[in-house]
Nanobody, 130 residues
Framework: VQLQASGGGLVQAGGSLRLSCAAS????????LGWFRQCPGKEREFVSA????????YYADSVKGRFAISRDIVKNTVSLQMNYLTPEDTAVYYC????????????????????????WGPGTQVTVSS
């Protein structure tokens, strides 16, 4: 699966941004799409994910109540609406695709694991100024 993220930029604290990720290729094999972020010198961390088939959503505690993930199964896109942004949200955001066939998981632990995702797109920079 090929992924292309867009929508990053510079925003003031308290503001909003909407990221989008377009998927192409073997989209029929997608089990989940997730957003991760990475700051310089730090590991990539889970932000949010959506089960592509059921639409169930999952969020890291740090973004719960502020971010909302959604999917469009016709356009093969996943979006991340980010509200009430803080400088701590500054990072490069990556979209990943889990193409596990035959899986069925409802625990956020599964969706938050970096290794579950097989394909990644180039990241998009989000910078939140104070």
């Amino acid at each position: 699966v090929q992924l292309q993220a867009s929508g990053g930029g510079l925003v003031q604290a308290g503001g909003s941004l909407r990221l989008s990720c377009a998927a192409s290729g073997r989209t029929f094999s997608m089990y989940a799409l997730g957003w991760f972020r990475q700051c310089p010198g730090k590991e990539r961390e889970f932000v949010s994910a959506v089960n592509w088939r059921s639409g169930s959503t999952y969020y890291a505690d740090s973004v719960k109540g502020r971010f909302a993930i959604s999917r469009d199964i016709v356009k093969n896109t996943v979006s991340l609406q980010m509200n009430y942004l803080t400088p701590e949200d500054t990072a490069v955001y990556y979209c990943g695709a889990d193409t596990s066939i035959g899986e069925s998981h409802t625990d956020i632990t599964y969706y938050s694991l970096l290794d579950q995702y097989d394909d990644w797109g180039p990241g998009t920079q989000v910078t939140v100024s104070s």
